[in-house]
């Protein structure tokens, strides 16, 4: 049994975990995915040809400012999920 202390690194192939590496990659993958997909909805929303959808009222602001303010908040969603995962190995 091999003694590593922290912040030296592995024997050559010692302690990886390919599956677990490949799970982590797609949950990251699939992660980055809804981020883009919200960002780039937001993007498109505020673009002037959508001017008439980013001007919808909802409880006295327009939907271009909800998108906004939900890029941030699925972009702060997402870091502490891969944050999380990468914290459990």
Request: aromatic share 8%.
């Amino acid at each position: 049994m091999s003694t590593q202390h922290e912040g030296e690194p592995l024997a050559s192939g010692e302690g990886i975990d390919d599956a677990g590496l490949k799970r982590k990659r797609g949950a990251a993958i699939k992660l980055l995915l809804i981020f883009c997909t919200m960002y780039f909805t937001a993007a498109v929303i505020a673009t002037r040809e959508f001017a008439h959808i980013a001007g919808i009222q909802i409880f006295g602001l327009p939907l271009a400012i909800y998108t906004g303010l939900l890029v941030f908040v699925v972009g702060i969603v997402v870091t502490r999920m891969c944050l999380a995962q990468d914290k459990g190995s």
